[in-house]
T-cell receptor, first 114, second 113 residues
Framework: AQSVSQHNHHVILSEAASLELGCNYSYGGTVNLFWYVQYPGQHLQLLLKYFSGDPLVKGIKGFEAEFIKSKFSFNLRKPSVQWSDTAEYFCAVTPAGGYQKVTFGIGTKLQVIP | DAGVIQSPRHEVTEMGQEVTLRCKPISGHDYLFWYRQTMMRGLELLIYFNNNVPIDDSGMPEDRFSAKMPNASFSTLKIQPSEPRDSAVYFC???????????FGSGTRLTVV
């Protein structure tokens, strides 16, 4: 079975700082990878997803993530964060092909200070 | 597209009472998921359905929990009897397979006192 690790549980940044949130997964085969965002008091929303092809994936609101297969990583990045990016971010993985259960990481709370 | 609709948004109930949470998935989505979110355990998959059929309920914590999907546009999650440790936010999500990601509902915040 697959698993997901998000090493940073709570990150505090000042506005305009650069962001990188770590995500590592364990699974021996091909995977689909996702990042979701949950703003305070709201539901999870899909930020971006990777299936195949270009390992650098661009999502909404200026976020991007890079899939590095050799490192089993799918880190989320944003060059300059805003106060409105304050939220919890979840990495998720599922084996590719057919239906496979999606496994979510524990989440990383990002707090952006104005 | 109204998205995934959950009701109620908030539920406060006394221990021992029956609680029913409702979900309307996006039309055309063939998968429906029930998740529970708590501070301690994060997001836990409780059960999922494919074409209205329960496929995996291994995440359902115990017999007090049950879920049904009588048709493609409606699902319920029932807790009977409820206990304080059931207090959490319960999310419903739907998808077309898993390739495109899930669409989550706004959740039901359940408080059992």
């Amino acid at each position: 079975a697959q698993s997901v690790s998000q090493h940073n549980h709570h990150v505090i940044l000042s506005e305009a700082a650069s962001l990188e949130l770590g995500c590592n997964y364990s699974y021996g085969g091909t995977v689909n990878l996702f990042w979701y965002v949950q703003y305070p008091g709201q539901h999870l929303q899909l930020l971006l997803k990777y299936f195949s092809g270009d390992p650098l994936v661009k999502g909404i609101k200026g976020f991007e993530a890079e899939f590095i297969k050799s490192k089993f990583s799918f880190n989320l990045r944003k060059p300059s964060v805003q106060w409105s990016d304050t939220a919890e971010y979840f990495c998720a993985v599922t084996p590719a092909g057919g239906y496979q259960k999606v496994t979510f990481g524990i989440g990383t709370k990002l707090q952006v200070i104005p | 597209d109204a998205g995934v609709i959950q009701s109620p948004r908030h539920e406060v109930t006394e221990m021992g009472q029956e609680v029913t949470l409702r979900c309307k998935p996006i039309s055309g989505h063939d998968y429906l998921f029930w998740y529970r979110q708590t501070m301690m355990r994060g997001l836990e998959l409780l059960i999922y359905f494919n074409n209205n059929v329960p496929i995996d309920d291994s995440g359902m914590p115990e017999d007090r929990f049950s879920a049904k999907m009588p048709n493609a546009s409606f699902s319920t999650l029932k807790i009977q009897p409820s206990e304080p440790r059931d207090s959490a936010v319960y999310f419903c999500a739907s998808s077309v397979g898993t390739r495109y990601g899930y669409t989550f509902g706004s959740g039901t915040r359940l408080t059992v006192v």
